[in-house]
């Protein structure tokens, strides 16, 4: 085999070939244990179904599940589907409900397809400002062939809980469904749970040509990431790989976050790919809390070792403002042989922010009373 015989991914853009009945079929395809357990795989739940209709009905939920966190509390699981572009509506009727339902735990599941950017956002936001009483998850299903292989789902997480870390474990119906044939694996053997009459001829003349999706490779260099900061056992908080640009981690102080962020090179946009660690500042107090740490900027990078960007971005009048320091690295996150110098570098940029940033962070509102000293061997090899 050579080059020559590569085949490129192909989505399915009418899922209605694959579930005529839209909707209806897909959550009774959904609701099959082999299935059920490939979407908490994805989720790093160990994802049960549940059956109760009262309290599905009272949370407006199209499937129950149940799953146990990192620390150990019973969410009750509800799975919200649209198989179609998600809305904002959806983002109203799901909190509507959320909030008018007493559980002690929950974890909301919204599947769509395709997912706005601003509606992982708006998960990733929710996520951001609840305790593991409540968290938000949303989940985009692809099917995908290879050439002309029997098509194959990928539950492509866009936002995830950070409360479900998932050990390994026996492999689930699904993961060994994968392993028999990973020709029709589309993206991820672990996922193909499609049943076998769904056959090639379902998805004749619907698929669209393209490349290996963005989304793939970015969940899959967070996973060695984390991988990596397992490895080398990091202080630093481990959040669930996602499907975004950008992994955040608690800094310990609330409108603070530490951020590890990827970016590819586009002619329109950015010329060069690059790989970033960042201090997100946001919230009513934004500005003055960075005009606060921008007082003790020759301070914090003596400490870091380097010149950090110090950035205050402006929105609009009825919006909070943002600001950020970031340290850059020009390096293509696309290439997977440089990973390990990359997750070397992020990581150890990652921990020096932290030990400057989170004490300053913690003691913003005191900052003031504070005057930096630096020493004047520093202030000469800065000018």
């Known amino acids: 085999m050579d080059a020559q015989h590569l085949k490129n991914f192909k989505r399915v853009k009418d899922l209605r070939a694959i579930w005529p009945g839209g909707r209806e079929d897909f959550l009774a395809w959904l609701k099959k244990d082999e299935n059920f357990h490939a979407l ?4 790093s739940m160990d994802l049960k179904l549940l059956d109760d209709d009262s309290l599905k009905k009272n949370l407006g939920a199209d499937v129950l599940g149940k799953a146990r966190d990192d620390k150990g509390h019973d969410h009750i699981v509800m799975i919200q ?3 179609e572009d998600s809305s904002d509506s959806d983002v109203g009727t799901i909190l509507t409900n959320v909030v ?4 002690p735990y929950l974890t909301v599941v919204w599947v769509a ?3 706005a950017e601003r509606h992982k956002k708006t998960l990733n936001w929710l996520n951001s400002k609840t305790d593991e009483s409540i968290t938000f998850c949303g989940v985009d299903p692809g099917i995908w062939t ?3 292989s029997d098509p194959a789902i990928w539950f492509d997480v866009v936002s995830s809980s950070p409360h479900f870390h998932k050990s390994a474990s026996t492999p689930s119906p699904a993961k060994e469904e994968g392993k028999k044939d990973n020709v029709s694996s589309g993206v991820k053997a672990d996922n193909v749970v499609l049943p076998k009459d769904m056959g090639r001829e379902a998805v004749a003349g619907v698929v669209a040509s393209s490349p290996l999706p963005r989304d793939a490779l970015i969940k899959k260099y967070w996973v060695a990431f984390r991988a990596f900061m397992e490895q080398q056992g990091s202080k630093i908080g481990l959040p669930e790989p996602s499907s975004n640009e950008w992994t955040s981690y608690s800094i310990g102080c609330h409108n603070f976050y530490l951020m590890a962020v990827i970016k590819f090179a ?3 946009e950015l010329p060069d790919s690059s790989i970033s660690v960042v201090l997100l500042c946001q919230g ?3 500005s003055k809390n960075f005009n606060l740490l921008l007082k003790h900027k020759e301070k914090v990078e003596w400490e870091i070792g380097v010149n950090l960007e110090w950035r205050e971005l402006r929105r609009e009048p009825q919006s909070h403002d943002i600001a950020h320091v970031m340290l ?3 390096t293509d996150p696309s290439d997977e042989s440089i990973w390990p110098q990359q997750h070397k570098w992020l990581l150890e940029t990652l921990e020096k922010f932290d030990t400057a940033f989170r004490p300053r962070t913690k003691m913003i509102d005191s900052l003031e009373k504070f005057s930096p000293d630096t020493p004047s061997s520093f202030k000469e090899g800065m000018s």
């Open 113 to 115: 397809t395709p997912f």
């Open 266 to 268: 586009n002619k329109k």
């Open 40 to 43: 908490g795989d994805c989720l």
């Open 81 to 83: 589907v649209r198989l």
């Open 328 to 330: 850059a690295k020009n």
């Open 100 to 103: 008018n339902v007493d559980v």
């Open 146 to 148: 290879i050439g002309d």
């Open 284 to 286: 009513p107090s934004a």
